[in-house]
């Protein structure tokens, strides 16, 4: 079991990232608080050790999108409403205005490309590498990331998608 | 670097962790390292009761086989009943045992085993009354071998005078025997009382053999050994038929032959 130290290295090294996962799939934002506390409990509950600070940080985001899965699987969550939905949700922008567009057109993307996209543009990661982290055929992560993008370019337009 | 992508990390670069949502979470996953190190305690504690426990049992089984049930002391009565008592350190007994029928008769239905000594021997002599082998021209003998100096003369103190208060004193017999003397009647199957009779009487007729002499009463061998050293024969088959005959009846002759010897 890994120490109160090392889980707020953890939080603040990776916090970011597994809020921006959140941020796609979930929009509660107990749901939220909820998945990010797991997910670092998680962490410090593994026992094994990470072979590099990539294969940690893969970890994490692996956990994040399976914990975010499993909360929206859940019968509880599709036939409830939050409360916390019909407040003022903290709000996790810096720049409000800053690229909006492109932010509501990824969300407005079927869950599976989301990771896709996210992973793809933002990580990083190559297609193989994707493949490992969901556990998805490489073909079947090319097929969602060029379904994706198909999607995003009529919602953007064609400029967006340009190389 | 595509103009998607480009836009992608602008537009998520903005999106950080709220620094309520990072406190919430390091305060939760305090409380849960805390609250789990406790559990793991309170496991490792529940562990260390659970040996404790089983070596505690442990510990009292092998006193029970090694310690407690070891005999340190014996304890030979010879009326004719002839039985021994084996004794713990403890001063309890472990073990009793019949050297013939009588005995078996003595032992039947007395529960004498935990039980001190001076309660099993006190029980053995009220049976012997009440049976009719303990009668006013007895001889009872007693002999005591143990391997604590001091518990010997206790033992023998006190059952010198409990055995008085059922036969006269010039009719009890209570000695201490080595440990080769025990060793040796045992080999026998005959008390150490009886076999010392035997030694004696093979001083004064050394045709007289143990397997000849095992069966009459220790009286009748002091009775023959002093018949011997007064010049009479003795007749074996005889005195054996008749103690046979006698212990059948259970009122044998040779409880009341009137010649008693003391050896204290």
């Known amino acids: 079991m890994r120490d109160e130290l090392q889980a707020r290295a953890a939080i603040e090294k990776y916090g970011d990232t597994v809020r921006r996962i959140c941020f796609m799939h979930l929009k509660s934002y107990s749901d939220v608080e909820d998945i990010f506390q797991e997910v670092f409990l998680k962490y410090v509950l593994y026992k094994n050790d990470f072979e590099s600070d990539a294969h940690e940080k893969a970890w994490l985001i692996r956990v994040t999108i399976n914990a975010c899965k499993d909360i929206l699987k859940s019968f509880f969550r599709k036939n409830t409403t939050s409360i916390d939905n019909l407040i003022n949700q903290p709000y996790c922008f810096n720049d409000v205005d800053a690229n909006m567009d492109v932010v509501n057109a990824i969300l407005a993307l079927p869950e599976k490309y989301k990771d896709v996209i996210f992973l793809f543009y933002y990580i990083g990661y190559s297609v193989p590498e994707i493949s490992h982290i969901l556990n998805k055929k490489e073909n079947t992560v090319y097929t969602w990331l060029n379904r994706a993008r198909a999607q995003l370019k009529v919602a953007l337009g064609g400029d967006f998608i340009a190389k | ?264």
């Open chain 2, 1 to 264: 670097m595509t103009l998607l992508q480009n836009d992608i990390k602008n537009a998520f670069d903005q999106i950080y962790a709220e620094k309520e949502l990072k406190d919430n979470t390091l305060s939760f996953i305090s409380h849960q390292i805390e609250f789990r190190q406790k559990f793991h305690l309170r496991k490792i504690k529940k562990h260390v009761l659970v040996c404790t426990i089983l070596i505690i049992c442990m510990g009292i089984r092998w006193f029970s086989s090694n310690i407690y049930s070891q005999s340190m002391s014996y304890i030979d009565i010879d009326v004719n009943p002839s039985l021994e008592l084996a004794v713990n350190r403890y001063g309890r007994i472990v073990d009793v045992y019949a050297y013939n029928d009588d005995g078996s008769k003595i032992l039947q239905g007395l529960k004498l085993k935990n039980k001190p000594y001076y309660n099993a021997t006190e029980t053995i002599f009220n049976a012997m009354k009440d049976m009719g082998y303990i009668k006013e021209q007895s001889v009872l003998s007693v002999t005591v071998q143990s391997y604590d100096e001091t518990d010997q003369k206790n033992m023998l103190d006190i059952l010198k005078n409990m055995a008085e208060n059922f036969i006269d004193e010039k009719q009890v017999s209570i000695y201490s025997v080595s440990e080769e003397t025990k060793h040796n009647s045992h080999n026998h199957h005959i008390t150490p009382a009886k076999y010392l009779a035997i030694a004696e009487l093979q001083e004064v007729d050394p045709t007289a053999t143990i397997e000849r002499c095992k069966n009459l009463s220790i009286d009748q061998l002091e009775q023959m050994t002093h018949g011997h050293e007064s010049g009479h024969q003795h007749n074996y088959q005889n005195d054996e038929t008749k103690t046979e005959t006698s212990s059948s009846s259970n009122n044998s002759s040779h409880h009341g032959c009137g010649m008693c010897d003391n050896r204290e």
